[in-house]
Every structure is written in structure tokens, then in C-alpha cells.
């Protein structure tokens, strides 16, 4: 952020406002506080008899890679018809949504995941412009070592592990990085 | 949105990107993208044997209104740590959060609710910059006409009654307002 988007100053503050505990960009003309908050990333586990539906990136990050159909909550949209719509997008899928399976907050990268489990109501799929390959893979076909996102990692496993005991249950959870090598390892690597 | 946050050009254009399928405020300098997305508010409902604590709003909107302690969700945070960080500056108050509760869209102001269950782990508590007044309330002491969201309102319902029926579970759902009169219906009203 460099310039206020309201009415377009420069030289913006990085400061904290009065009654506020942190720091926000304040535009020093108009006086706009320009917040920044985590975005959600909505989407489904969509299922097939014992089969999970996965794609295949068409996109960076991590393109060529499985993932589940998910992708931002847009403006005017509830979680449900975020997950409908990017199910559709990606994977020219319909499934009916069912219950909120896991929530996974990533501060590093100010996101959050929620994703539904869900059933395809038919089996008439294939790649939207944002995926190279869509399939139904059983569990001992999931490509755990091509798998886009630790969250989705994470969903997988989670449903696996709840199929097998015969009982799903909501998983609220966060991933947080690895704090990055210092400088004098990273330089000695 | 008037300006290029990134570039400070004004003439911001409102089209669909290429592969998008959303207008977007798109810079016709240097052709950033602007998305926007909802906001997650966090917070919890704070238990202390059969009360609840309640806090009455000292800031607008709904200025003199009562709430659970919640705020949006701050970049760098996990969802606990948001409801925990609320629950402090609003009640001064330490809690014990427990398991997400209500889940909640609200697609025509671009949010999403998130409460937890939480226990007080003391009665220390007290108000806030954000808040007049703090306290805890039994069910039949509820001000139920003197809420200040209807998420807040739908959070202790759903926990009124649970309770009753001795099982607590996840609650799913959105809030999209009445479609606001046709201009005819308002000139005649």
C-alpha cells in the first residue's frame, strides 16, 4: 500500500490510530485508516461412493499440483455458495454441501480455511480454466506427496481418520510456519 | 475506492479481469488488481457457571447496546487468538476458549461470524475502551430487545437451547436481510 485509495495522497503513515492497539496505514491528508484483515478460503471435500473428488492445478501457486476445490469467499457470498461456486468452477461439479468439517487459520499468510464435506450428486465432471485434470481418487490412490496445500493435507487425513472410526467431527486448527532459518545458517547451508 | 493503492493513479476501471469471472477495480497504470473481500468477526460466549458476560457497546454502531465480546479478526492471527485478544479489550476478561459454535454469514455487509464457547477463568473482569459497562447475566436476565446484532442474538439463542437439551453442537447459517422496499412502496409509505 502506497498511496490512500481514497483520494489518492502518497507518503501514507504506517501508525497506530487513537483507541487502536496496532499499526495501520493512516493517509495523513483525508485521514482514511486503510485495515488489512485475513481473507477466508471456502470449499468442499466433494465424495463419490468411497471416492474423493481432487484437481490438478492450472494455476500458481503451486500449479501441476491436487487439490480440493476451494478459493476465496467473495464480497455478497455466504460460505455455502462459495464452496458451490468455486466446486463449480474448478471442477464443473455440483455436490450438495453438508457440514463444516475443518477450519484452519494460517496467520502467516492471513488466511483461513473452512472447508464442508459435501456429496457430488453425479458423477458428470471435468477441469474448469483453472484446473489441468479433475478425478475421483480412492484412499489409497491420494497423491499425499503432490498435494497443493498442508490444509488440504490436513482435510484429507482428518476425513480419512473419521471415516475409518465412523464418526466426523469438526477439526479447528491452525498451521503456522517454521520460523525461518537466521541468516548465519541459511549463509552456512 | 478512487485510487491505485499501489501506483496512485485515479480512472480506476470496474471490469471483469481476464479469467475472472467478478468485476474487480482494476488500475489502468500498472493494471494491480484490487480484490475485496469479507471480514471474519471472531469473538466468544463467555461462561462463568450458569451466566453469561455481556458487554454494552461504548462505540457506534449500536453505541449502548449489548454484545458478546468479538471483533474482525487481524492479520497474523489465528481465530482463538483473535477471540482471545477481543475478550480482553472489551471485558478485560480471560477465558478458556473452547469449541467453535456458531458460524455465521452475513453476504450484504461481508462478513462472517465466528463464536466460540469459552469459560471465565475469573470474575475479574471490567470495561473496556469499547465498552460502557460489562456483566454477567442468567438466561431470564437476557436483554433480548437490547442486543446490538442479530448474530449475537442468534449465538445465544442456539446456546440457550442447547443447553437445555444437554448437547452442544456447530451452528451453521446466514443472515440475509429483507430486500429493501421498491422506491414506489417507500414514496407511498
Known amino acids: 500500500m502506497n498511496f490512500c485509495s481514497h ?16 499499526p495501520r496505514f493512516v493517509c495523513p491528508r483525508c485521514a482514511t485508516i486503510h485495515y488489512q484483515n485475513p481473507k477466508i478460503v471456502t470449499g468442499c471435500l466433494p465424495v463419490w461412493e468411497d471416492r474423493i473428488l481432487l484437481c490438478r492445478r ?3 501457486p503451486r500449479y501441476g499440483l491436487w487439490t480440493l476445490p476451494a478459493g476465496f469467499l467473495e464480497n455478497a457470498e455466504t460460505l455455502v455458495d462459495g464452496a458451490l461456486r468455486e466446486t463449480q468452477e474448478e471442477a464443473h461439479a455440483r455436490v450438495d454441501i453438508g457440514e463444516l468439517y475443518t477450519v484452519i487459520s494460517l496467520p ?3 488466511q483461513v480455511y473452512m472447508m464442508f464435506r459435501s456429496r ?5 465432471f471435468g477441469p474448469g480454466t483453472e484446473s489441468l485434470e479433475v478425478r475421483l481418487f480412492d484412499e489409497s490412490e491420494i497423491p499425499w506427496e503432490q498435494l497443493a496445500f498442508r490444509t488440504i493435507a490436513r482435510t484429507l487425513r482428518n476425513f480419512f481418520l473419521d471415516r475409518r472410526l465412523g464418526r ?3 477439526h479447528v ?9 537466521p541468516p548465519d545458517l541459511l549463509a552456512a547451508g
Chains 1, 2 share one sequence.
Open 173 to 181: 486448527s491452525s498451521i503456522e510456519r517454521r520460523a525461518p532459518l
Open 120 to 124: 457430488l450428486t453425479d458423477v458428470d
Open 168 to 170: 466426523f467431527s469438526l
Open 58 to 60: 492450472a494455476i500458481e
Open 108 to 110: 502467516q499468510i492471513n
Open 7 to 22: 483520494c489518492g495522497a502518497g507518503d501514507l503513515d504506517l501508525r497506530i490510530p487513537e483507541g487502536d492497539t496496532l
